[in-house]
């Protein structure tokens, strides 16, 4: 194990206790009072040491009993405080306060575990087996860790190597990959590797474990047929989880996978055979279907109440599966039709926070239910609160009805938008009715008739009748606003000729969107000076879009070389202060080269910062950049690490090429030239000019890296340098020069 060994220090002389008990220490500290300590019986040179440290504390000459919580702690620890002790053993360790002495806190820390205290039995084992004021000790390392309940990621990652060596403990491989997977699971940064060791030993949790760090690129790219080869893999193996995840990949059909609900269910079925319950859950599903299996009803409420019930998992239930009985129960048209114990499991799962529960007893409330739900809006407006505020559309529309109506409640329309707007983003049809309503009429909020008019142009789109003939009424009587949402209504039918005629007659009245969308018509066009006349107009009425867009056109128009462009600098300035993420990047851009402006790397961070925490990629990778390079930032390789893998998780081509570089020097991570060059790929396959040129000042043979390569060449030559690149620079000081990285080396068997 590479680490580094700290040395013990040479103890610093003891003192006369003869002399110091002559000294009145303040706030009454005597020798004569504290001389009796179990640490002063049990280890007297360490009480020794500390009487000394304590002694050597500034004090107060005008408040001689004033005590700071450092001298407090230290009067602690020398009355045998096993807390103080420990505490005490922190600040020496990381130089808190008080000067830094690794060899004291860990004598401080090993006093204290051996007293018993086990919060320090972690830490001892930690000092032991990293070499902190001490020798590097795997065996007592091991020893500590044992003892200890805590199991985080660090020490999990430990006992696994301890364990797969044989080192202080008995040698098990398969509790070592055990605990090498629970590390990986809890995070930790070598949890790859950690997964790959146990899945190349044929362990088929760590088979599992590896392909779900491939599915959802848990530091390294998404690559769905290798999660898939391993999740088969791990199911052949008869792993449980393995099974369920590929029939949910199955039956999902996403990530490129073909929906196949037959394969699915042949899955779920061998995960249920092991009392898999989320398994076993999506099988009752599929019977309640009669999806990839023949339509049983009996049977699915047969499973579902199975679930219901006390189980491992769910002492109380599982809520879902107490819901989907329910519903089954509640349906009229099932012949098993039973509303009262319908009613039961329903109300069991609406109290274990189930919200579709919650939100369906609130319905059976508001109208009543036959015999067995007598109407009662109080609760009604208690279940329905209770859905909506876990997210479910459905109640957050109908505690809207009833704020808006005064239902059941004193009417709040403030309120009543509220929940409509919640409702509306996520999709729900009745609350974008709403909303669009509300703007229009400025109906608790502000009038926002733009808004309004083009969720009523997107509802008429979806088939909305009533929302068509307000929207048409509206436009025929003048509303720029509807005369913009009748163009989007008819260009997303593709009748454009209409449409177009109506987005001219919003533009002549004057509506921003309508003005920007003109813009983007003649840029299409290729007409320069109209898409600049419209860039302006529209950006002179505040539309964001516009000021950006008509930053960078006349970024174009100028030579950057030119000493200014006041009208650029200004339209990308007012975008950017709009809280435009794009616009903020290339501020960032204009600062840091020094573009029409002054250089000024930390105005520049400060803007690459508003771009990252805005979700721009490009301002992402750019704060990796500056913490590499220590551009306005103390250098910080972790930092830098971290930035570059948000970025490549976004997708960001020069995001992907720097984490792979990341990698393959071992900057912020351990050098790993496999995962490396799976990043440096993924980079390359974008197409990217810059990450080419990157690629070709390093010296790599981009040809053989991605078939990508041809096509970047293509847009590189149709574009010029200045747009595409800017001026290139290098990214890595450690990467300048020429780098042909070898694959890793296979071991013959």
Same mark, same amino acid.
């Given at each position: 194990?590479?680490?580094?060994?700290?040395?013990?220090?040479?103890?610093?002389?003891?003192?006369?206790?003869?002399?110091?008990?002559?000294?009145?220490?303040?706030?009454?500290?005597?020798?004569?009072?504290?001389?009796?300590?179990?640490?002063?019986?049990?280890?007297?040179?360490?009480?020794?040491?500390?009487?000394?440290?304590? @002694?050597?504390?500034?004090?107060?000459?005008?408040?001689?009993?004033?005590?700071?919580?450092?001298?407090?702690?230290?009067?602690?620890?020398?009355?045998?405080?096993?807390?103080?002790?420990?505490?005490?053993?922190?600040?020496?360790?990381?130089?808190?306060?008080?000067?830094?002495?690794?060899?004291?806190?860990?004598?401080?820390?090993?006093?204290?575990?051996?007293?018993?205290?086990?919060?320090?039995?972690?830490?001892?084992?930690?000092?032991?087996?990293?070499?902190?004021?001490?020798?590097?000790?795997?065996?007592?390392?091991?020893?500590?860790?044992?003892?200890?309940?805590?199991?985080?990621?660090?020490?999990?990652?430990?006992?696994?190597?301890?364990?797969?060596?044989?080192?202080?403990?008995?040698?098990?491989?398969?509790?070592?990959?055990?605990?090498?997977?629970?590390?990986?699971?809890?995070?930790?940064?070598?949890?790859?590797?950690?997964?790959?060791?146990?899945?190349?030993? $044929?362990?088929?949790?760590?088979?599992?474990?590896?392909?779900?760090?491939?599915?959802?690129?848990?530091?390294?790219?998404?690559?769905?047929?290798?999660?898939?080869?391993?999740?088969?893999?791990?199911?052949?193996?008869?792993?449980?989880?393995?099974?369920?995840?590929?029939?949910?990949?199955?039956?999902?059909?996403?990530?490129?996978?073909?929906?196949?609900?037959?394969?699915?269910?042949?899955?779920?079925?061998?995960?249920?055979?092991?009392?898999?319950?989320?398994?076993?859950?999506?099988?009752?599903?599929?019977?309640?279907?009669?999806?990839?299996?023949?339509?049983?009803?009996?049977?699915?409420?047969?499973?579902?109440?199975?679930?219901?019930?006390?189980?491992?998992?769910?002492?109380?239930?599982?809520?879902?599966?107490?819901?989907?009985?329910?519903?089954?129960?509640?349906?009229?048209?099932?012949? $098993?039709?039973?509303?009262?114990?319908?009613?039961?499991?329903?109300?069991?799962?609406?109290?274990?926070?189930?919200?579709?529960?919650?939100?369906?007893?609130?319905?059976?409330?508001?109208?009543?239910?036959?015999?067995?739900?007598?109407?009662?809006?109080?609760?009604?407006?208690?279940?329905?609160?209770?859905?909506?505020?876990?997210?479910?559309?459905?109640?957050?529309?109908?505690?809207?009805?009833?704020?808006?109506?005064?239902?059941?409640?004193?009417?709040?329309?403030?309120?009543?938008?509220?929940?409509?707007?919640?409702?509306?983003?996520?999709?729900?049809?009745?609350?974008?009715?709403?909303?669009?309503?509300?703007?229009?009429?400025?109906?608790?909020?502000?009038?926002?008739?733009?808004?309004?008019?083009?969720?009523?142009?997107?509802?008429?789109?979806?088939?909305?009748?009533?929302?068509?003939?307000?929207?048409?009424?509206?436009?025929?009587?003048?509303?720029?606003?509807?005369?913009?949402?009748?163009?989007?209504?008819?260009?997303?039918?593709?009748?454009?000729?209409?449409?177009?005629?109506?987005?001219?007659?919003?533009?002549?009245?004057? @509506?921003?969107?309508?003005?920007?969308?003109?813009?983007?018509?003649?840029?299409?066009?290729?007409?320069?000076?109209?898409?600049?006349?419209?860039?302006?107009?529209?950006?002179?009425?505040?539309?964001?879009?516009?000021?950006?867009?008509?930053?960078?056109?006349?970024?174009?128009?100028?030579?950057?070389?030119?000493?200014?462009?006041?009208?650029?600098?200004?339209?990308?300035?007012?975008?950017?202060?709009? $809280?435009?993420?794009?616009?903020?990047?290339?501020?960032?851009?204009?600062?840091?080269?020094?573009?029409?402006?002054?250089?000024?790397?930390?105005?520049?961070?400060?803007?690459?910062?508003?771009?990252?925490?805005?979700?721009?990629?490009?301002?992402?990778?750019?704060?990796?950049?500056?913490?590499?390079?220590?551009?306005?930032?103390?250098?910080?390789?972790?930092?830098?690490?971290?930035?570059?893998?948000?970025?490549?998780?976004?997708?960001?081509?020069?995001?992907?090429?720097?984490?792979?570089?990341?990698?393959?020097?071992?900057?912020?991570?351990?050098?790993?030239?496999?995962?490396?060059?799976?990043?440096?790929?993924?980079?390359?396959?974008?197409?990217?000019?810059?990450?080419?040129?990157?690629?070709?000042?390093?010296?790599?043979?981009?040809?053989?890296?991605?078939?990508?390569?041809?096509?970047?060449?293509?847009?590189?030559?149709?574009?010029?340098?200045?747009?595409?690149?800017?001026?290139?620079?290098?990214?890595?000081?450690?990467?300048?020069?020429?780098?042909?990285?070898?694959?890793?080396?296979?071991?013959?068997?």
């Amino acid at each position: 194990m590479d680490v580094d060994k700290a040395k013990p220090t040479d103890m610093p002389p003891t003192l006369d206790l003869c002399c110091l008990s002559s000294y009145l220490l303040p706030n009454a500290l005597t020798w004569q009072a504290i001389h009796l300590s179990d640490i002063e019986k049990d280890e007297p040179v360490l009480y020794d040491e500390l009487l000394h440290r304590y @002694h050597l504390l500034p004090h107060s000459e005008s408040q001689p009993a004033a005590v700071s919580p450092l001298h407090d702690l230290h009067r602690q620890a020398l009355k045998g405080n096993l807390k103080s002790i420990f505490e005490l053993s922190e600040h020496y360790q990381q130089g808190k306060e008080i000067d830094k002495d690794q060899y004291l806190s860990f004598r401080l820390v090993k006093y204290a575990a051996e007293q018993g205290y086990q919060k320090a039995f972690s830490v001892l084992g930690k000092y032991h087996a990293y070499g902190i004021g001490t020798q590097q000790n795997l065996h007592e390392a091991a020893h500590w860790f044992q003892k200890t309940d805590i199991r985080d990621a660090e020490i999990l990652a430990l006992l696994a190597y301890c364990h797969h060596n044989g080192v202080g403990v008995p040698k098990d491989e398969t509790k070592a990959y055990d605990l090498w997977l629970d590390a990986a699971d809890q995070g930790h940064s070598e949890g790859f590797r950690f997964c790959q060791i146990a899945a190349e030993a $044929g362990y088929a949790r760590g088979q599992f474990t590896l392909g779900h760090f491939y599915q959802h690129g848990i530091g390294i790219p998404v690559n769905i047929q290798e999660a898939l080869r391993l999740f088969h893999q791990s199911a052949e193996q008869n792993y449980v989880h393995a099974q369920c995840r590929l029939g949910i990949l199955y039956s999902e059909g996403n990530y490129g996978i073909e929906r196949d609900p037959v394969v699915a269910v042949q899955w779920f079925r061998l995960a249920a055979d092991q009392n898999d319950s989320l398994a076993l859950h999506w099988l009752a599903h599929y019977f309640e279907m009669g999806d990839g299996v023949e339509q049983n009803k009996d049977e699915a409420a047969r499973m579902f109440r199975e679930l219901a019930q006390c189980t491992a998992n769910y002492p109380k239930g599982d809520p879902a599966s107490q819901f989907r009985l329910a519903a089954l129960l509640l349906d009229q048209e099932y012949a $098993g039709y039973n509303p009262k114990e319908g009613l039961q499991w329903l109300q069991k799962a609406a109290q274990q926070n189930d919200r579709k529960s919650q939100s369906t007893l609130a319905m059976l409330y508001c109208d009543g239910f036959e015999d067995i739900v007598k109407q009662n809006l109080k609760e009604a407006r208690r279940w329905f609160r209770k859905a909506a505020e876990q997210g479910d559309a459905v109640a957050q529309y109908y505690l809207g009805e009833m704020y808006f109506d005064g239902n059941g409640v004193t009417e709040n329309l403030k309120a009543a938008f509220r929940w409509y707007k919640l409702a509306s983003e996520t999709g729900y049809f009745r609350a974008v009715q709403k909303v669009a309503h509300c703007y229009i009429n400025g109906i608790g909020t502000p009038k926002n008739e733009s808004g309004g008019y083009k969720m009523l142009a997107s509802l008429a789109f979806h088939g909305d009748a009533e929302a068509g003939t307000l929207l048409r009424s509206a436009a025929v009587s003048g509303n720029p606003a509807a005369e913009y949402g009748m163009f989007a209504y008819h260009y997303h039918h593709q009748d454009l000729e209409t449409g177009y005629r109506w987005l001219e007659k919003s533009a002549d009245h004057g @509506h921003a969107e309508a003005l920007y969308t003109q813009a983007t018509r003649y840029a299409a066009d290729g007409d320069s000076e109209q898409k600049l006349h419209y860039y302006r107009l529209a950006a002179e009425k505040g539309n964001v879009e516009a000021q950006y867009d008509l930053g960078l056109a006349l970024e174009d128009v100028f030579d950057k070389k030119a000493p200014t462009n006041e009208e650029a600098f200004k339209w990308m300035k007012a975008a950017a202060d709009q $809280g435009h993420a794009r616009a903020n990047y290339c501020l960032g851009n204009f600062y840091r080269s020094g573009t029409w402006v002054d250089s000024d790397p930390y105005k520049a961070f400060e803007h690459y910062s508003k771009a990252a925490s805005m979700g721009d990629a490009d301002g992402i990778d750019r704060l990796g950049e500056c913490y590499l390079d220590g551009t306005a930032v103390p250098v910080n390789e972790h930092l830098a690490f971290q930035y570059f893998e948000c970025a490549a998780q976004l997708g960001n081509p020069k995001g992907l090429c720097n984490l792979g570089l990341c990698h393959l020097h071992g900057i912020g991570c351990r050098q790993d030239t496999t995962i490396a060059f799976q990043w440096i790929l993924r980079a390359a396959d974008t197409g990217d000019p810059i990450v080419f040129k990157i690629l070709q000042e390093l010296g790599l043979d981009v040809n053989q890296l991605s078939a990508g390569y041809r096509r970047s060449q293509e847009v590189w030559s149709k574009a010029t340098g200045d747009r595409l690149g800017g001026v290139f620079d290098k990214i890595f000081d450690k990467s300048k020069r020429s780098i042909v990285p070898r694959p890793p080396k296979v071991e013959e068997q």
